[in-house]
């Protein structure tokens, strides 16, 4: 009697396929089921492996075809299953919660080194810390047993300044909730830049722990997967797909900088780790517990209105203290250093400590500008300026990767009188080499870092001592904890501050806080310098005078007034051709076509074009959907996307609840 076999592909297919389970599955084969592996078939007319989801005895109700004409397996991929039940409602979840196929879902769940992170990942080998648990506090204890606390009814929300011990609270609720038989999943925003966390976790947990990241190859990520299915690994830690993890007895969800963007997916689907998590730990009966210095608006917002439990660490444990914040404001400053800065990396070096310098932004200068006609040298593939990288000798897109050599005149009207505005940390290592020749530089970007080990190598060499100056991007922003800095310098506060977003604010000032803490976390005499052309907007105001309830209370404010979130929810639609007009008329279709099915208390804005309207030669426009609540918008979206024949040569985006709008 043979064997029906419900199959979903990796493909925007909102379907599934039936297919006849193979006569022999091969000698290998000792999997009882058929649920949970992969399975070699033929799709039209080419063969592609899709995930068996299901499997009965019976044809399904309403097949439209006899038994006759159903394809049968060519081979099944996995000699026994990679998921189990658990993971297929999951991906079940995932599918209606942000629009996309069971299959994307499940595609999600296992990537094969798909990059979560500039970097790369970090291997066994690496980790060479200590494991030892350290005293608590008071604030610390508090915090661990009110996230194990059986009785509460809803997820942690660890609060506290930079350097207060936060990782030591999730390690000591991670220990406890091991000892009695469950598992643990501890998410990092990316591998490469929260390594002291990875290295804590693996050296006090030894083998029970497991690391999932885009740095292993397929089958070495498959194999870990293996592992922790076979619950030979008890804790995993890993950035945004480790949520995934299929984990048995889960008792424990960590999620690190909750804030951090990095949890949202870019790519179908577009699911944010904290979402995911929030409904497995329910779904288990597990305790979810979210941290960070700089909770996300809609985190600070669940705080106050108590659907997330706060528990608060006022102070940082290694005899630290909240460093001495200054605003520089960069009016008649020549360079990308100020007086000011200059002065306190010379006080830091006579001192025998060191100094942080950050800037979001690679590169030497930012744009090739004419200064007769005003021209601005834009990427042929996007609506973006082109960055100047003079060590490469050439203008780069950080969008798309397009390069071309720097133009000697104006492209436009032929003006000898060209210049360059901006700077980014090409630039600025080269003003802070010719101020400190004496001065030991290390620059940190993903232009300067093109090997796995080197990251690991200058954070170790500025560890060591070995380097008086460390400037970079972000890898400089999160998760570094070095006795010897004294002095961050964020050369340019604005960077991202005035783009077309609601959320540009929140970000900054997350970014600030986040730099700044990385200052005096082990002595009292931190100093932070933070160059501005915008002194007085608030979320440098706020973040340098350490106001964090103000800056909060003011941002909310702003979002209520003008109806963002949290005071409402959104779905957003991203319609991209080669064709501008193929994009235009397929944002203008949809539009009247949701007319029909969204409610009358939610709202249609768009179709416009996107702030960032050309990538990689693909012309964007969106329409966003914005209601009270997201069920309703969201079956709208669904009608629409399950209905609608799109244009040939237009593909559409899906997001729900987008963290960008660019």
């Known amino acids: 009697m043979p064997t029906w076999l419900e199959v979903a592909f990796n493909l925007p297919v909102y379907q599934t396929f039936t297919y006849r389970a193979p006569e022999k599955a091969g000698s290998q084969d000792t999997a009882e089921s058929f649920v949970g592996r992969r399975a070699e078939v033929v799709f039209g007319s080419r063969r592609i492996a899709g995930f068996v989801i299901g499997e009965s005895a019976r044809l399904p109700e309403g097949c439209p075809l006899d038994e006759g004409n159903i394809k049968e397996v060519v081979r099944m991929v996995d000699e026994s299953p990679i998921f189990g039940m658990n993971e297929i409602s999951l991906a079940r979840w ?69 350097g207060s011990g936060k990782t030591e609270v999730f390690l000591r609720a991670a220990e406890s909730v091991l000892a009695r038989g469950q598992g643990v999943i501890y998410l990092v925003p990316e591998i490469s830049l929260t390594h002291q966390v990875i290295e804590s976790v693996v050296s006090r947990f030894g083998t029970l722990a497991a690391v999932l990241h885009s740095g292993l190859s397929g089958s070495k990520r498959l194999a870990e997967w293996m592992r922790i299915r076979r619950g030979e690994a008890r804790i995993v830690v890993g950035a945004r797909s480790a949520v995934f993890a299929p984990v048995g007895n889960l008792g424990l969800i960590i999620i690190d900088e909750e804030h951090d963007g990095s949890y949202k997916s870019g790519t179908t689907p577009r699911y944010h780790a904290r979402q995911v998590a929030m409904h497995r730990a329910s779904c288990a009966g597990a305790a979810l517990v979210m941290g960070s210095a700089t909770p996300s608006v809609e985190a600070w917002h669940q705080m106050k209105t108590g659907a997330l439990r706060e528990f608060t660490l006022t102070r940082r444990l290694a005899g630290g203290a909240v460093p001495e914040i200054r605003v520089v404001p960069l009016g008649g400053t020549d360079g990308a250093l100020s007086g000011s800065l200059i002065d306190e990396i010379r006080q830091s070096k006579e001192a025998g400590r060191q100094s942080i310098i950050f800037l979001n932004r690679r590169g030497f200068t930012h744009f090739f500008r004419c200064n007769t006609c005003g021209y601005d040298l834009k990427c042929k593939n996007c609506s ?66 093109t090997k796995k080990d080197e990251l690991k190598r200058a954070l170790s060499d500025f560890r060591d001592g070995k380097v008086d100056i460390l400037l970079g991007t972000q890898m400089v922003a999160k998760g570094l904890n070095f006795p010897g800095v004294r002095l961050v310098g964020i050369a340019l506060a604005d960077t991202g501050l005035h783009m077309p977003d609601f959320r540009a604010a929140e970000r900054t000032f997350a970014l600030i806080v986040q730099v700044a803490g990385r200052a005096g976390r082990f002595f009292p005499d931190g100093r932070v310098i933070i160059q501005t052309w915008s002194p007085k907007n608030p979320a440098i ?61 939610a709202e249609i804005m768009g179709p416009a074009e996107c702030p960032l309207a050309v990538i990689a030669g693909n012309h964007r426009h969106q329409i966003i959907i914005r209601g009270k609540h997201l069920a309703p918008i969201a079956h709208a979206a669904r009608l629409f996307l399950t209905g609608y024949k799109p244009l040939p040569a237009l593909y559409i985006e899906v997001d729900v609840d987008p963290v960008s709008l660019l």
């Open 384 to 449: 973006v300026p082109l960055t100047w990288h003079r060590t490469q000798g050439i203008m780069k897109c950080h969008y798309c990767g397009y390069q071309t050599k720097p133009p000697t005149v104006c492209p436009e009207c032929g003006s000898l009188d060209t210049g360059y505005a901006g700077f980014g940390t090409e630039f600025i290592e080269d003003e802070v080499r010719r101020t400190f020749p004496e001065y030991t530089v290390q620059r940190v970007d993903t232009d300067t870092l």
């Open 541 to 601: 105001a706020y973040a340098a005078n350490g106001d964090v309830e103000g800056f909060y209370a003011y941002e909310l404010a702003q979002r209520e007034l003008l109806g963002f979130p949290p005071y409402s929810r959104l779905v957003r639609l991203v319609f991209r051709s080669k064709d501008p007009e193929v994009s235009a008329r397929g944002a203008e279709g949809a539009r009247e076509i949701l007319s029909k099915h969204v409610p009358a208390d």
């Open 94 to 162: 995932i599918a209606q919660f942000y629009l996309c196929a069971e299959g994307e879902a499940l595609g999600a769940m296992l990537p094969s080194g798909r990059r979560e992170s500039e970097t790369g990942g970090i291997a066994f080998d690496d980790f060479d810390f200590e494991g030892e648990s350290r005293e608590l506090s008071g604030e610390q204890s508090r915090a661990v047993a009110g996230i194990l606390d059986p009785e509460a009814k809803s997820p942690a929300y660890l609060f506290g300044v930079t």
